[in-house]
Structure formats: C-alpha cells, structure tokens
C-alpha cells in the first residue's frame, strides 16, 4: 500500500461493518476514481492482525503484512486519510474463538497460552497481548478527538424520533460505585519539570524490587498518575452490593470496559465472577485451577474448560454453579432465552453502549424471564461512574429525553498519544505481594509512590503536553465554529484534573475568546448543567479526557439519535493528517448473526456517509481538488435526501436493508452530481449512472429485497470468504452493472 496525496485509506475490519464494506467500497471506487482517488484498502481485522503477527508460521500465499504497523507510522505523515471502521477490541474469548477459526482453516498458528509455563508459551503469550483488547484504536488515534450529530441528522432525528422508554420516578435504578479502595481514593498525580525515564517497581515487605516495567519515557510537561484499586476493597464492594441487590430484590448488572481496559478490568471483573459463584469456586477451586479456569474470561470460561470432564462431574459442576443463583440476586441478561448472563463473557457488557441503552429504556435491563427489569447497575470505579447517576436522577424526575426538542451534545475529547486512563494497559500490573509501588526515575528519585498489597490492581497513566494543547485548541475551534458554549467536564478534587486544569486554564489564553462561553466544571456539574439546556433544546459542547469521550458520544447520541452510529467521528492528526471513524459505535455482532440466519444486514452505513464526505472534503482542501470537493459536497446531499426519505436500513427482514440503503444513496448521489453544474466533466460522467439508477430503481429495490429471509453462509465468522461476502453483499445484478459500467 502507498499513499499518494490523492490516496483515501478504508480498513477492513470485522463484523457487521466488514460486511457493509463488501457491498459499500465498489460504490465510493466508481465516485472517487473520477476525482482521480485511489481508495486502497488495509485490512485490520483481528484475523488478518493475528496473521500479521504470526506471519513466520504461515505458508508464502497465507502471509498477510503487518498493516497496523503500517497504518501507524502513516499517521505520522501529513497527507495521509484514512477512514477508520469499527474494529473488535477482542476480550481473550473472542481471540480464542479467532484462533480455533483460522487453526481450523488450516493455518498454522499457536493455541493461545492461557497459562504459560514454558520460556516458548511465554513467549507466544507476549505475541498474542498485542492483539487483544483495544490494539487498533490507540495507535491511529494520534490526535484528539471530534464527535458530533451533523444537522442533518439532528434534523432527522427530531423529524423520525426513535423509541424512548418512559422513566418512573419509582424506578429502583441506580448505579453503585466504590467509595473508598478504587482508584479514585488513591489518585496521585505530578507534572514532569523535565523529560526524564522512568521505571515501575514494587518493594515488597519482605525487601525484595521488583521491576514491574524498566523504561517510559517521559516529556517535559507530560503528566502522570499513579493509582491502585485494592483488591480486598473491591471484593468487599462487590458482597456488600449483591447481598443488598438480594436482600432489596433488584436486578444486579455489572458494566465495565474489559476491552479497552484490557488488563484491569477483566480482573475487575473476575472478582465479580468469583464473588457471585463464591460457593462453587470454594468446592471445586482445586479442580477449576487443573482445568485452568480463568474467572476473568466470565462463567464461559468454566463451561469451556468443564466440557472435557466426565460427564457426572461436569454435571455436578453445572448443578453446584446454579445453586449458588439461591443466594445471589437476579443477575442481569445478555441473551436470556439461551441463559446467557452478565457475566458469562467480559466483552458482551461493555460499560458505553450498555449504560446508554439501558437508560434509553426507562432504566431497565433484560431478566432471566426475558423481561426488562430495574438494575443495581455496578460500576466499580467511581471516578466517571457518577455522571451515569446524575443522568439517571435526572430521568427519574424529569422523564425521558424527548428526542424531538432535545438538544445536542457534541464531544471534545483528549485522545492524542494514547492519552490517560486508555493508554495505560502497558503500565497496570495485578500486584504479586504487598509493598510499595513506586515509580522511580533513573537517578534514584521516587516520583510517585503507594502501599499496596497483593492482588490489588496498580497503573500509571500518562498525558504529554502537545495533545493538551491541541485539545484546547480544538475545543476553542469547535465553540467559535459552533457557536455553542463548551464545558470541560473536569474535577477539581480528582489530582489528574486539578493539573489539567491548570494547563486548559494556561493555554486558553493564547485564543481571543471574545463572544465564546467555555466553562470549567466539575463531572457531575456539568452533566446536570448539560441536562438542564438538552432538555431546554439548548446545545453545549463537552470537552472530556479520553473515557470520558468514549462514555459521552454513546451516551447522548444514543438519547439523541437512537444510535452512535449516526455520529460524525473526526480525529485531526496531530502531524496534518485526518482521520475520519465511522459512527462512534462498535461492531455489533447481534447483525452477523440476523444477517447469517436471515440475510438481513440492519447496519446503519450513516457514518460511514458522514466520514468519507469529510475525508473527500479533506483531500480536496489538501491538494486543491474540485472535484473531490463536489464529490464531497453531493455526497452530503445524498445522505441528506436519504434521511429525509427516511432510507436507513430497518431491523426487520423483508424490509430495506444496508444494501438497499447503500443503492439509495449511489441513487442520489449520481442525481446530484448529474444535476451540479460547476463541473462539465462529473456532470457528464455521472448523468448516465443516475438515469440507470433512476429507470431501474424499483427493479433493484426488488433484486435486493427478495435474497432476505433464508440463511447463507459467509463463510466464516473472524475470516469471512471474501468472495462469498461479495455475492451476498451485492445481489443486484442490475446496480452491479450499472456500477460496472460507471467505472469504464
Ligand atoms: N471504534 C471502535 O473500534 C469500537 C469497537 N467496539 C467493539 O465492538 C464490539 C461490540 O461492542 P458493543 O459494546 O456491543 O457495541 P456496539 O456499538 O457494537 O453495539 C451496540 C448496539 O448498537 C447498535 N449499533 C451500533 N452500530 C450500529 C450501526 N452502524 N447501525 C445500526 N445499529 C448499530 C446495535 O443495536 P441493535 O442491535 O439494536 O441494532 C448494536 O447491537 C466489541 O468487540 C467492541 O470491542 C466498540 C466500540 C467502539
Ligand atoms: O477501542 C476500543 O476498544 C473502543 C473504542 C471506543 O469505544 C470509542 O472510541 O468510542
Ligand atoms: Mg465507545
């Protein structure tokens, strides 16, 4: 792959949005090429990264190039655009599910080593790490972050409201957090006076150092935190809410982020395993730990290992793990008619999607019964867990967001160089005894140091100076751009803000803010202070640290417009380059499976839309390209008309789908850029394709609508058959030709 200046980048990731790609990139190629773009494709998936990886095994025509590296040092160049989809952030059961899939297909890769003994395991292990858990995002994401609901969308939100649940004031949700242990209580924080390394190391009671990691770098003005959850204070947290959850008879559900977060919060999380089937694991832990159970990997992992067991001790596991249900709370549901909980897998309950989507429906979240039930939600770290519970008194007392008069709530969110909380997994560590964690520099000088004991989960995080600065100034752009007033959601008592607070304060004052409103406030401040105008209709720009970021562009688009999807998802790189996301969202593995059984792909391509019209606006800014610029601008057209003809694709089989949703917007789009007059030669190029479309509307909307409802096969699930996807994805014969022929 080489990236010219006229070059857009689109990966191919997994799931729901690889398959939309399949029938969506023939579309952008016969547009882009006549503005002479060259839309290349790098694949990113988790499949093609574990081959990336393990290259070495594999025969020469099953080699794939390490394109994440690749795409990496690209963000570094100012030309490069690329579109970014949702990616898996795989938990160790996905990738273990990845690993048998492509074993299966008769690539030689290593089993992953759950637990490691030998230096060879060890080794694979350390390979592996670098796939799971959130691999791809934090090394393209070298720039802060821009999310927004486009006008357009507003408008067809507010035209098309999506369902909200009512809220009662009655309602029993609530969410309950740590007050004490967590690594709030035990933030400390400095900024560097000047560059220096550092390392992380653990003096044990009994005397001994052990290094824990031996170099980061440091910059002048970079700030960093150490903190520490206690074991001993979690678990005690997670008794105290399940015995309450019963003793009170709510529903207990448990969000966290075990993908992003991916070394702490699977522990998090299997503590919660441990503590709900707290019998089972006392009668059987001998047995669990021969059979390598890893609680962490959720109950899947016990039913996984139990499967080899004779078949009357496997049943008197099963038997034991249900009884302990007679002294816990009704736990809250993934997929209740196949007894699928909360806590089967760590990545099925992920903390932004999943608090949204419960809020949007009255606080409720799906029993045992199969019916929507109040929660106890837990969320263990109180430091952003607070803003879910303003929201929620907020419902509670004034009902549910009214998405027809509601107003918006855009994102500035600190991202750049793996900023914070989510670019910590290479600086957490579970503590293996208890004493003093430290963080040393390489003169001897203890920066930052804690008591802590074993078990107890410790990290350092980082944020440099330059995406502070590029930050502020984003949101100071945004809010000029806007016209909306920007709070930074930022905690005075919370150490790590107390000294953003003093940069955002600094360099604010290299911008006229003149006629602009920018606040600071505290989380929950701000939340309430947001509330009080979307509910007034009134706009307001939040401006977060990086979780906060991920939590807020799925918590108010999903009141806003139904879904994160919808969102524009810019992330100007801090080196010139743009990176344009698609929607704000996931990859929704609920729509491979509608589109495997009933070949209905209910994927919403809307931000797909919204990014490529900006990347083709950026390539035209960038290189002084017309016709890019029109390309861009029709598009926005298009994706306009397809909203207010309401084309998105439906969730039920039969009826329009992504694929009958991409045809629509070709439709218009090729109509717009027939109709435009500024350029002869677009006009012309495109006039036939839009009279094609046009004549043949009703025949392609026929071709694509009669394929749904029987089953087909894709192939594969992490490693989709490419060639098959293709077929699937583009069924019309009639708009493949009419494509076909647009291209030349
Ligand atoms: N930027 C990234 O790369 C991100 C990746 N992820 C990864 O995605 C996977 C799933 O995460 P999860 O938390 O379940 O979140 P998702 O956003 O994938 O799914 C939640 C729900 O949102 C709806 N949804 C999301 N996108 C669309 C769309 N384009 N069109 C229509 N509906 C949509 C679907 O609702 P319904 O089923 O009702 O249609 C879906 O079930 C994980 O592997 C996670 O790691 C998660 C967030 C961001
Ligand atoms: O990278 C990930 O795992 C998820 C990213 C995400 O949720 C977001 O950026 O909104
Ligand atoms: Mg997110």
Redesign the pocket.
């Given at each position: 792959m080489t990236a010219s200046k006229s070059t857009i980048i689109y990966t191919l990731?997994?799931?729901?949005?690889l398959l939309a790609t399949a029938s969506f990139l023939p579309i952008i190629r016969t547009f882009a090429a006549q503005a002479g773009i060259d839309v290349v494709q790098s694949d990113i998936s988790v499949a093609a990264r574990i081959l990336g990886e393990f290259s070495d095994n594999l025969k020469p025509e099953q080699k794939v190039p390490d394109n994440l590296a690749e795409l990496g040092r690209l963000t570094q160049n100012p030309d490069t655009n690329i579109i970014k989809?949702?990616?898996?952030?795989?938990s160790v059961p996905?990738l273990v599910a990845a690993i048998r899939e492509l074993q299966a297909g008769g690539y030689n890769i290593p089993d992953f080593p759950e637990d490691p003994k030998t230096d060879e395991e060890k080794a694979i292990l350390k390979r592996y790490s670098k796939i799971i858990g959130?691999a791809?995002?934090p090394v393209l994401r070298e720039g802060n972050s821009d999310r927004r609901a486009p006008a357009a969308v507003k408008r067809f939100a507010r035209k098309h409201p999506h369902s909200m649940s009512k809220w009662s004031p009655a309602s029993r949700t609530h969410v309950s957090h740590m007050h004490g242990g967590d690594f709030y209580a035990s933030e400390k924080c400095m900024t560097l006076s000047k560059a220096c390394d550092v390392k992380m190391e653990l003096v044990t009671k009994a005397g001994e150092t052990i290094v824990l990691k031996n170099k980061v770098s440091l910059l002048q003005g970079e700030i960093i935190d150490s903190m520490f959850m206690s074991k001993k204070a979690l678990c005690a947290f997670y008794e105290e809410q399940m015995e309450d959850a019963r003793e009170t008879g709510v529903m207990l559900s448990l969000h966290v982020k075990a993908?992003?977060m991916k070394v702490s919060h699977p522990i998090v999380f299997g503590h919660a395993v441990k503590i709900f089937y707290k019998d089972a694991f006392a009668k059987h832990g001998k047995l669990f730990e021969e059979l390598g159970v890893n609680a962490n990997n959720g109950l899947s992992s016990v039913y996984d290992k139990i499967a080899t067991l004779p078949e009357s001790k496997r049943d008197e596991v099963i038997k034991d793990l249900h009884a302990c249900h007679e002294h816990r709370p009704e736990l809250a549901m993934v997929d209740s008619a196949k007894g699928i909980s909360n806590l089967h897998a760590p990545?099925?309950v992920?903390v932004?999607?999943?608090m949204p989507?419960m809020i949007r429906l009255g606080g409720k979240m799906w029993g045992a019964d199969g019916r929507p039930k109040d929660t106890k939600a837990v969320i263990p770290e109180s430091t952003f867990a607070r803003i879910y519970q303003e929201m929620i008194n907020f419902c509670k007392t004034n009902g549910a967001f009214n998405p027809t008069t509601m107003g918006t709530v855009p994102n500035v969110g600190l991202m750049a160089q793996k900023a914070e909380e989510y670019g910590s997994h290479d600086k957490t560590f579970e503590v293996p005894a208890d004493g003093v964690a430290r963080i040393v520099d390489f003169d001897g000088n203890v920066l930052l140091e804690q008591n802590v004991e074993e078990g107890d989960i410790w990290r350092m995080c980082q944020v440099k100076d330059e995406p502070i600065r590029d930050w502020v100034k984003l949101a100071v752009n945004r809010a000029r751009l806007s016209g909306m007033p920007a709070v930074f959601w930022l905690d005075e008592y919370r150490p790590h803000e107390a000294e953003l607070i003093k940069k955002v304060k600094t360099y604010l004052k290299d911008y006229d803010l003149t006629g602009l409103d920018i606040q600071i406030m505290s989380q929950v401040r701000a939340m309430r202070y947001t509330l009080e105008r979307v509910i007034r209709g009134k706009d307001t720009i939040s401006v977060t640290g990086n979780i906060l970021r991920d939590y807020l562009t799925?918590l108010f688009p999903i009141m806003e417009l139904g879904?994160?999807?919808k969102m524009l998802s810019i992330v100007p790189l801090m080196a010139g380059g743009g990176m344009f996301?698609t929607?704000?969202?996931?990859?929704?593995?609920?729509?491979v499976k509608q589109l495997v059984e009933e070949n209905h792909l209910?994927?919403?391509?809307?931000?797909e839309f919204l990014a490529l019209a900006v990347s083709l606006e950026d390539v035209g800014i960038k290189t002084g390209n017309n016709k890019a610029k029109i390309l861009a601008k029709t598009l926005d057209d298009a994706t306009g008309k397809l909203l207010d003809n309401n084309q998105s694709?439906s969730?039920r089989t039969g009826e329009l789908d992504n694929r009958g949703s991409q045809f629509y917007l070709s439709l218009y789009w090729a109509q717009a850029l027939a109709a435009q007059t500024e350029d002869a030669e677009l006009q012309a190029h495109f006039a036939p394709l839009a009279k094609a479309l046009t004549e043949n509307e009703q025949k392609i909307a026929a071709e694509l609508k009669d394929v749904q409802g029987k089953a087909v096969d894709i192939g594969g699930y992490f490693l989709p058959d490419p060639k098959k996807v293709e077929a699937i994805m583009c069924p019309s014969a009639t708009f493949n030709a009419a494509l076909s022929a647009a291209r030349g």
């Open positions: 990731t997994d799931e729901a949005p989809l949702p990616n898996i952030s795989a996905q959130s791809v995002n993908t992003m990545n099925d992920i932004d999607a999943s989507a799925d879904t994160s999807a996301e929607g704000a969202g996931g990859s929704a593995p609920k729509h209910r994927w919403d391509s809307l931000g694709p969730p």
